[in-house]
């Protein structure tokens, strides 16, 4: 359920209010792969019995929630108020956020040949990996279970900011403001409260040139994770600083540019991600940077040229390692995992007149950087490239258009930007789609 309302009760006062009710009931299958042997290997190594094996785990999880949201908006235009004008936002939001899972594992594991692409049992016997239940010889029956684990969250946050953009004159504006957040986790008897700022300084040289530099701080709640004792983990917190340009040379098109540094602290770190889920418990650890340059281009060209380019830099560090045990899985002074050093994509289309109508033709080409596994920044994926192409044809409101996606069909690996251990990024390894043909119809009213 979703609503939405706005109102201008004066001429210097607008309000908006909008409320969302999502309620959801799901139920998610999946297979992970396991660890054939003793050493993490996940897929078996030549010569031995498991020889271009992968041991695979059945998994199901049965979960229902709802999550309802208020957001109230106030906006008041003050004119040369105090000697500046003013635009003061003052809004509130409040979330109630409440899940539960149940989960089910296979009864026993699959291995699967990646060379043949058959299934069997660890013993050798086949297996038709399409049954709901597979019954080899007398007895062996593969099956889901419950693992007697369940997960539960129930909370609410409420936040309240309040901004202010003032503009000195026709080149000056500063905008300065916070946001209050209280958060309150109703089953682990925990709440919390937080205070941010942001502020900025925005130098307009002319209408199509500009430059600001800014600073904020960002919170995130713990989100339900406790530690081994039981009780909730601390929340995440972040500062930020950017400075940058934004240029329009015409009318159509926006260049951008940016340096920043992102610090986050206090990270939440799954420590036992092999164990089900109702026993799994989280600790923080240390702290991360990340700094770089973004580049873009948005826009037409020509009135028949449109492009959308971008350009990232981004040099990820741990600043603050791990302690105890957690040293060896968060060093300090390694790259966050999954995040590429250098990553490029450019987008466009040019149109030419044809017949009655218009025929485009373009696509778009991917560079990503080779990027680390895990925190332990012992393994990388290679760095990748993918190009797709397009075409359409378009007259008096019909269109038809063809995408082909990974045009070369590139075999490419991914890994996930997350706090990860080298055991567990192995059994999280995101791949390329292969070469996909995409047709489409649309009709504009």
Known sequence: VYFFADREMTAFWSLEFDFNYTENDKTNVDSSPRFIQADFTVVGAPGTAEESQVSIEPRKTEGKGETSR?????????????????QIVLSASYEDFSTESTSFRGDRRVHFDISTGEYFTPDMRPVN???????????????????????????DETGVNLLDFIT????WAWLIGGRYSKYQDKLNDFDDDDISYRTGVVYTHHDDLSFYVSYSEGYTNSAGRVQENGDSIDPET???????????????????????????????????????????????????????????AVGFITPQWRIQAGYSYVDSEVKEGGVGEFNATFPEGNAFPGVPENSFNVFTFYEFDLGQGVLGLGGGL??????????????????????????????DGWKIQLNVDNTTDEDYRLAQAAIDTDSFAATRVGTSVPRRYILSFAYEI
Do not use: C, M
């Open 70 to 86: 208020y957001n109230l908006k106030n906006t008041f235009l003050f004119g040369d108020a105090f000697g500046f004008d003013h």
């Open 129 to 155: 990996p399409n049954d709901q239940e597979i019954v080899i010889g007398d007895n062996i029956i593969f099956g889901l279970r419950d693992n007697g684990s369940a997960t539960r969250e129930d909370f």
């Open 168 to 171: 000195f004159n026709e080149h």
């Open 238 to 296: 972040s500062t930020a600083w950017e400075l940058g340009s934004k240029w329009q040379p015409n009318d159509e098109l926006l260049l951008t540019a940016t340096v920043y540094r992102i610090q986050k602290q206090d990270l939440g770190f799954l420590v036992n991600p092999e164990a089900p889920p109702g026993e799994r418990f989280y600790t923080n650890v240390g702290e991360v940077q990340s700094q770089g340059l973004e580049l873009e």
């Open 366 to 395: 991917y560079y990503v950087d080779e990027v680390f596994l895990s925190l332990e920044n012992r393994g990388k994926y290679d760095d990748w490239y993918q190009l797709d192409l397009g075409a359409y044809y378009k007259q």
